[in-house]
């Protein structure tokens, strides 16, 4: 498993451990006899172990030319774009580099290995500038370049996690701002509410008092997280209109309907609740002989959802008589902001008015 994992094209470190070195090492190991190997068989006479020294010689300008353009050159132009002098640059190494092979086959390795004679007479007798320093700059060119592409696709890797986690943070904190911004709302009209009861000396405040408490003990501590069981969204969902059905008692009619499974199913918290709100703020009315509020959930393996319908009032216009035009709050806006951060493009939320008022809300789950 270590080796398998030591070996992933994705793996990035951030510091050099002995698990980099070992990759670095072997990577150029490979580099190193892979060529000892090609020149051998280039060379009628040539001896593989004489090629293996040749190339350790060579080795410290590949690996020199390869750090410089992958940790120094590459991380600051990249950064700002500019590719083509990026290029330009590492031409120039590489043909800098052939230059001093080209010098090491004159002046050194041919006294110095004990290679044959034919192929050392050839290296001596060549002009300085041949095809095979060309050969020599293309060669480095493509040792660093693959390397290069290698270590860019890393950068890549590492920005985008980056970037997830930025997006991840920035969800969060735009999901706990909208969260917090959603309570005080709701404190503000249910206090409201409770001074009403208060001022009449009502003895449904007790039993209000009550019910307030079980919804900020649900919004204090089981709704931090980002997604929460629906029985538990169901059950403050409850509680808010055993609340309401103490404000209003007779005078409103509440359909409350749930149906199929919601267990391990999981939805955004205080999402249900910012519709009802909606429904009760617009659907009671003194000018209808009915006012009704009605709430649907349900649940299937794949799909959540919820619909919530009030009636509205007649009112007087410049045209006659007709329903109020509702406007959503900042209840009803945070809530969307919430779920398109949340699921994006999977879930529907339709709002829809004419005699009636009502939302439906389909998530998949």
């Known amino acids: 498993m270590y080796f398998s994992t030591m070996f992933l094209f994705s793996k990035v470190y951030e510091k050099w451990t002995w698990e980099r070195i070992s990759r670095h090492v072997l990577y150029w190991c490979s ?3 892979f060529y000892a190997l090609v020149n051998t068989n280039s060379y009628s006479d040539g001896n593989y172990a004489d090629w293996l020294l040749v190339e350790l010689f060579v080795l410290p300008i590949k690996l020199t030319i390869t750090y410089f353009v992958i940790y120094y050159l590459l991380p600051r132009f990249s950064a700002k774009r500019r590719y083509f002098s990026l290029l330009f640059l590492t031409l120039t190494l590489c043909f800098l580099g ?11 390795l041919q006294s110095w290995l004990l290679l044959s004679g034919e ?9 300085f500038f041949v095809f095979k320093m060309v050969y020599k700059a293309l060669d480095l060119l493509f040792v660093v370049s693959l390397v290069a592409i290698i270590k860019f696709i890393q950068q890549q890797i590492v920005y985008e996690r980056k970037t997830k986690n930025l997006l991840t943070q920035k969800l969060e904190t735009e999901l706990r701002f909208l969260k917090h911004q959603l309570q005080p709302h709701f404190l503000f009209n249910t206090l409201n509410n409770l001074y009403g ?5 009502s003895d449904k405040a007790g039993d209000m008092v009550v019910k307030l ?7 204090l501590y089981e709704s931090n997280e980002t997604l929460v069981p629906v029985e538990s969204e169901l059950a403050n969902l409850e509680n808010y209109i055993a609340l309401e059905k103490i404000r209003y008692g ?10 199929g499974e919601t267990k391990d199913k999981k939805i955004p918290p205080l999402v249900l609740i910012s ?3 909606n429904a009760f703020k617009h659907g009671p009315s003194s000018n209808l002989e009915t006012s009704w509020i009605r709430i649907l959930t349900e649940v299937s393996e794949q799909r959540f959802l919820f619909i919530v319908e009030n009636s509205l009032p007649v009112v007087n216009t410049e045209n006659g008589q007709g329903r109020p035009q509702v406007h959503s709050g900042i209840g009803l806006d945070n809530v969307q902001k919430r779920l398109d951060l949340i699921y994006g493009t999977s879930y529907d939320l339709k709002i829809t008015q004419g005699n009636s008022y009502c939302i439906e809300l389909c998530i998949n789950i």
């Open 31 to 33: 580099w190193w006899g």
């Open 98 to 108: 052939a230059m001093v092979l080209r010098t090491m086959e004159i002046c050194s």
């Open 119 to 127: 192929l050392c007479c050839a290296w001596g007798k060549a002009p």
């Open 197 to 201: 009861l208060i001022l009449t000396k």
């Open 213 to 219: 408490s079980e919804i900020m003990s649900y919004m």
């Open 250 to 259: 007779d005078e409103l009619q509440i359909d409350y309907k749930v149906t």
């Open 275 to 277: 519709f009802v709100e």
